[in-house]
């Protein structure tokens, strides 16, 4: 039996020396995982945060694109102005009238009808034809 145990013993040993080995190597191998899954946790998070820094300039980007396109479009955007006196005259009164009229166009396109406005500018009460009439003649036969 010594014998055998003698040369059972080396076998045991390489046996032994395997799975420690094994054991080791494991181990080893699973510290490495560990690291490498760290790296890629924190290689994902910076990729999300460049990825939303990246969606952040786009959208400001697009708002001031944006802004910039209004702000075109309103420069060519005007209002049209134009005013005359109107004189209106009933038998009874003589009114004068500024007249305003505006329109919006966009280049020279229209965009609208011509917007009226009448502001009172003066008002003469003159007296009716029939009351005038009568006083010339009389001056007239008087001097005659």
Not at 86 to 111: A, Y
């Amino acid at each position: 039996m010594p014998d055998v145990m003698l040369v059972a013993l080396p076998f045991v040993a390489a046996l032994g020396s395997g799975v420690l080995s094994f054991v080791v190597l494991q181990a080893r191998m699973e510290a490495a995982l560990s690291r490498e899954r760290e790296e890629l946790i924190g290689a994902e998070e910076r990729l999300a945060q460049q990825q939303r820094s990246v969606e952040d300039r786009v959208r400001a980007a697009e708002a001031e694109a944006r802004r910039k396109a209004f702000d075109e479009f309103l420069a060519d955007v005007r209002v049209e102005e134009r005013h005359y006196i109107r004189e209106i005259e009933t038998p009874t009164e003589r009114k004068k009238c500024l007249v305003l009229q505006e329109r919006v166009c966009f280049r020279n396109i229209p965009l609208s009808q011509w917007i009226e406005r009448e502001l009172p500018f003066q008002k003469e009460v003159s007296l009716p034809v029939a009351l005038k009439a009568p006083q010339e003649p009389n001056r007239l036969r008087l001097l005659r």
